[in-house]
């Protein structure tokens, strides 16, 4: 049995379609994977994220931890994403959804921003991209902000807590590592 040329090309056309959408961001810091739910649910109980935080989801995909902590915490969240498809999904989802006065999404690239406004960062990006990420959260987070990473540690720092199920890993005291020789570990 042969297939015919439209079934090849529409079948060339969405592999080359999925493999865009989950690895091309890979340039810019980590492909896309969405955090299953029991993680997510694991950052934000680690962080103890609620109404009075400001989230920074750096790489926010289609929002698994976005609207979990919006909806679900009534944090104020900054969403920031690269990929133009995901900032649409999460415009989309914003707009059916909300809550839109709480979720400000960005297209654009996490090493711009300014994060001295978050009170919790939360990360799911590959070890190159959370090592050159460290010194810019080491620079800009308030005393009192956690970072929240899944699967990767951030290199150079110890957790102050870890889920080794989920693979979570709560920072907290980031500016307090940074000490005149460089990031010191958490107490
Ligand atoms: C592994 S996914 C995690 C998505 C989401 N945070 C979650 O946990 O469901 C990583 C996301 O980071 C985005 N990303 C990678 N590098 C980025 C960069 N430099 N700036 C903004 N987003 C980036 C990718 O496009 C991808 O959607």
Redesign the pocket.
């Given at each position: 049995m042969s297939i015919s040329t439209p079934v090849f090309v529409a079948a060339l056309v969405a592999l080359l379609g999925l493999l865009y959408f989950v690895f091309a961001?890979f340039a810019?810091?980590?492909?896309?994977?969405?955090?299953p739910r029991a993680v997510v649910r694991r950052m934000l109980e680690f962080a103890e994220v609620g109404s009075a935080d400001t989230v920074y989801?750096?790489?926010?995909?289609?929002g698994?931890?976005v609207f979990a902590a919006a909806r679900g915490r009534g944090a104020r969240v900054v969403a920031?994403?690269?990929?133009p498809i995901?900032v649409l999904i999460l415009r989309l989802r914003r707009w059916f959804g909300g809550p839109r006065e709480r979720v400000d999404i960005r297209w654009?690239?996490?090493?711009h921003l300014d994060f001295r406004p978050a009170t919790v960062v939360?990360v799911?990006?590959w070890p190159e991209?959370m090592a050159r990420l460290r010194p810019l959260l080491e620079d800009q987070l308030a005393g009192g902000a956690r970072v929240v990473s899944?699967w990767h540690p951030v290199p150079g720092w110890t957790p102050t807590e870890v889920d080794p199920l989920t693979k979570v890993y709560l920072y907290r005291g980031v500016a307090a590592r940074v000490g005149p020789s460089g990031p010191t570990p958490a107490a």
């Open positions: 961001s810019f810091g980590a492909g896309y994977q969405p955090a989801d750096l790489g926010a995909g289609t698994a931890i920031v994403e690269v990929e995901r654009g690239n996490l090493f939360v799911f990006l991209a899944h």
